[in-house]
């Protein structure tokens, strides 16, 4: 059914017409929340790479909506394809985003508030990078039986997957999640987690149909090298400025 024609079908309620409501352009149907979820997205981002803490609820926002967005095949809302990862991983955002949202609105109070950033971003260590890239790994393996177990619970009657789209779509989610963290931490290597994700987000996105999302991939793409060498140079700045404060002053005479 045409999403326009669903978004005004009298027997829907108004929950599934929202989820409904999209224009069609050629092969694909732009969902309207979609859209404006993706871009809800990116305005956190930017205060993300501002360090700035209204990061974090305006990200549960975008959390919120995309969750529907995508858990709508799975409830019946429409027949688009559900993305398990794509859906559970807006949940756990949400629960990683109020770590992040308390732990940067402490640093920020602790730096006297106001305009103050609030994160020092640093590299991790190599311990955490360990921790991190098995966890990573591990996680994906987990999270891929975990969808198909759930798919064979209950089989989509409109689409079969392909062998790789549950990887794809555990690496998404597990990935997602260890990019939130890293950002809530203020590791730098948050960036670089979210190009891995990017790599594999973007040609998910346009296969699965997902276009709004596909297209948010590819633009973090390069708004994430742009994030990553702004952070760097941040951590740069403070480690020299904290080198010149603990030089011992030259003896005089």
Do not use: C
Not at 38 to 57: D, E, H, N, Q, T
Not at 73 to 94: K, S, Y
Not at 132 to 152: D, I, N, R, S
Not at 170 to 199: C, P
């Amino acid at each position: 059914m045409n999403p326009l024609a669903a978004a005004t079908d009298a027997s829907q309620n108004l929950f599934q017409q929202l989820i409904d409501l999209g224009v069609p352009i050629g092969q694909y149907d732009l969902h309207v929340l979609e859209v404006v979820g993706v871009l809800i997205g990116v305005v956190s981002a930017w205060f993300g790479m501002k360090r700035k803490v209204w990061a974090w609820p305006v990200g549960i926002l975008a959390n919120i909506m995309l969750f529907f967005v995508y858990i709508g095949a799975t409830i019946g809302a429409d027949q688009r394809i559900p993305l398990f990862g794509q859906a559970g991983r807006q949940v756990f955002f949400i629960i990683v985003s109020i770590y992040g949202w308390a732990t940067w609105a402490a640093f920020r109070r602790r730096q006297g508030g106001g305009s103050a950033p609030a994160v020092s971003p640093r590299w991790m260590t190599s311990r955490e990078r360990l921790l991190v890239g098995v966890g990573w790994l591990l996680g994906t393996v987990v999270v891929h039986q975990a969808f198909v177990y759930l798919w064979e619970l209950s089989p989509n009657p409109y689409w079969t997957p392909q062998w790789w789209f549950y990887w794809a779509d555990a690496w998404i989610f597990v990935g997602s999640i260890v990019a939130t963290y890293s950002m809530a931490r203020g590791w730098n290597e948050f960036w670089l987690a979210w190009i891995g994700v990017d790599l594999v987000g973007v040609p998910l996105g346009f296969a699965t149909g997902y276009v709004p999302t596909a297209v948010m991939y590819t633009f973090y793409g390069a708004f994430v090298l742009y994030g990553f060498s702004q952070w760097v140079k941040v951590t740069r700045a403070e480690a020299a400025a904290k080198t010149v404060d603990t030089e011992e002053p030259a003896p005089v005479g």
